[in-house]
């Protein structure tokens, strides 16, 4: 634990000394005759939201969290709220849920299962999380900062198994890694390598190497794994911090390509191509057979923008000023631009059902839905 938080607190204050460079400049947007018509159907305003957002979206719902440590879930139709609960203690990871059971993590060191609305249970945690938890088969997995994976009963809270890493990496990254479940695989980032674990009791399966730290300093050393990873059937796709992006056959551990980039969001991937935006905002899409490049958009460099989200016939990004870019699956022209509060956009856009929802920093949560 206490490995974890000097390392949080270290990168903290590089990124603070790091403040002294000017930023580039975003680029600018340019006028636009939108090709594709999306309408704003509600809004909501809640509290802002500082930590690595997560979203969950089912078929017509969406469950997100504040700061402040307010969680809640809305109708994804109309926005209405179904239910709302104050934990009254600051979170630090957004919010996994099973569409049934909901679970948060608190910046005490604390993982919550809730259900309606209420508190199901509460476990104390040997570190912080950044990660939202994964709640699946009626179970709780966690990925902590420690870099260990763990599992718990989702009624009654028991620990069922734990996964430590031992590692010479000192540094963590502040944000959302990746955690999965494909068919009955639980998929977890550790460092940077994918790992295939059996969920009934966390032993090892396979481990596939994504990246491996390079670098004359700690920072140019992180490659742990971003979410959220994009999977298409066996084939899932992750992004290592600032180093590469790869895809790999889940049923065989094996990766199937790597790519060099230079990017810190997650991806996300149609039955074709597989969507990432660089630390430069420069988009790019691969062929998802063999990762070739398909196509390059730069108009939105240096807007520090979101992991990508398929929806339709394009790609939708959110940037540093609250706007939505809607991009053609097939060759990444700027199709329609949505604009929400003027905050950033804090995590990558869901679609519930038919509905496009943004969740911003200053907490404004929006509903689009395409026409």
Same mark, same amino acid.
């Given at each position: 634990?206490?490995?974890?938080?000097?390392?949080?607190?270290?990168?903290?204050?590089?990124?603070?000394?790091?403040?002294?460079?000017?930023?580039?400049?975003?680029?600018?947007?340019?006028?636009?005759?939108?090709?594709?018509?999306?309408?704003?159907?509600?809004?909501?305003?809640? *509290?802002?939201?500082?930590?690595?957002?997560?979203?969950?979206?089912?078929?017509?719902?969406?469950?997100?969290?504040?700061?402040?440590?307010?969680?809640?879930?809305?109708?994804?139709?109309?926005?209405?709220?179904?239910?709302?609960?104050?934990? *009254?203690?600051?979170?630090?990871?957004?919010?996994?849920?099973?569409?049934?059971?909901?679970?948060?993590?608190?910046?005490?060191?604390?993982?919550?299962?809730?259900?309606?609305?209420?508190?199901?249970?509460?476990?104390?945690?040997?570190?912080?999380?950044?990660?939202?938890?994964?709640?699946?088969?009626?179970?709780?997995?966690?990925?902590?900062?420690?870099?260990?994976?763990?599992?718990?009963?989702?009624?009654? *809270?028991?620990?069922?198994?734990?996964?430590?890493?031992?590692?010479?990496?000192?540094?963590?990254?502040?944000?959302?890694?990746?955690?999965?479940?494909?068919?009955?695989?639980?998929?977890?980032?550790?460092?940077?390598?994918?790992?295939?674990?059996?969920?009934?009791?966390?032993?090892?399966?396979?481990?596939?190497?994504?990246?491996?730290?390079?670098?004359?300093?700690?920072?140019?050393?992180?490659?742990?794994?971003?979410?959220?990873?994009?999977?298409?059937?066996?084939?899932?796709?992750?992004?290592?911090?600032?180093?590469?992006?790869?895809?790999?056959?889940?049923?065989?551990?094996?990766?199937?390509?790597?790519?060099?980039?230079?990017?810190?969001?997650?991806?996300?991937?149609?039955?074709?191509?597989?969507?990432?935006?660089?630390?430069?905002?420069?988009?790019?899409?691969?062929?998802?057979?063999?990762?070739?490049?398909?196509? #390059?958009?730069?108009?939105?460099?240096?807007?520090?923008?979101?992991?990508?989200?398929?929806?339709?016939?394009?790609?939708?990004?959110?940037?540093?000023?609250?706007?939505?870019?809607?991009?053609?699956?097939?060759?990444?022209?700027?199709?329609?631009?949505?604009?929400?509060?003027?905050?950033?956009?804090?995590?990558?856009?869901?679609?519930? *059902? #038919?509905?496009?929802?943004?969740?911003?920093?200053?907490?404004?949560?929006?509903?689009?839905?395409?026409?």
């Amino acid at each position: 634990m206490m490995r974890a938080a000097a390392a949080t607190l270290l990168l903290a204050l590089l990124a603070a000394c790091s403040t002294g460079s000017p930023r580039p400049k975003p680029a600018e947007l340019q006028a636009l005759t939108p090709s594709l018509a999306v309408r704003q159907v509600w809004q909501v305003k809640l *509290g802002a939201v500082e930590f690595p957002a997560q979203v969950h979206a089912s078929a017509s719902s969406v469950t997100l969290a504040t700061s402040d440590g307010t969680v809640l879930e809305l109708d994804a139709t109309s926005g209405r709220e179904i239910w709302r609960l104050s934990l *009254g203690t600051a979170l630090a990871a957004g919010v996994g849920s099973d569409g049934s059971t909901a679970a948060v993590v608190t910046r005490d060191n604390e993982l919550l299962a809730i259900k309606q609305g209420k508190v199901l249970w509460r476990q104390r945690l040997a570190a912080q999380a950044y990660s939202a938890p994964l709640v699946a088969g009626g179970r709780v997995f966690l990925l902590t900062a420690d870099r260990a994976v763990s599992a718990y009963d989702g009624v009654s *809270g028991r620990r069922l198994w734990l996964q430590q890493r031992t590692g010479d990496e000192p540094l963590v990254l502040r944000q959302a890694g990746v955690m999965l479940a494909v068919g009955d695989t639980l998929l977890a980032g550790v460092g940077g390598r994918l790992n295939g674990l059996d969920p009934q009791s966390g032993l090892a399966r396979w481990n596939a190497p994504i990246a491996t730290p390079r670098g004359i300093n700690e920072i140019e050393r992180l490659v742990d794994l971003v979410g959220p990873a994009a999977r298409q059937g066996n084939q899932v796709c992750v992004r290592a911090f600032q180093a590469a992006v790869a895809c790999v056959d889940t049923e065989r551990g094996a990766v199937q390509w790597s790519r060099t980039a230079d990017g810190q969001v997650g991806l996300a991937a149609d039955d074709r191509l597989l969507f990432g935006a660089e630390a430069d905002g420069r988009v790019q899409a691969w062929r998802l057979a063999d990762g070739e490049r398909a196509w #390059n958009n730069e108009q939105l460099r240096f807007r520090d923008l979101s992991a990508p989200l398929v929806i339709g016939r394009s790609v939708a990004v959110g940037d540093l000023q609250g706007y939505v870019h809607m991009l053609s699956r097939e060759d990444g022209k700027v199709l329609a631009r949505l604009s929400t509060d003027g905050s950033a956009i804090s995590s990558r856009p869901v679609l519930a *059902g #038919n509905t496009l929802v943004v969740l911003t920093r200053s907490g404004g949560v929006f509903g689009f839905v395409p026409q």
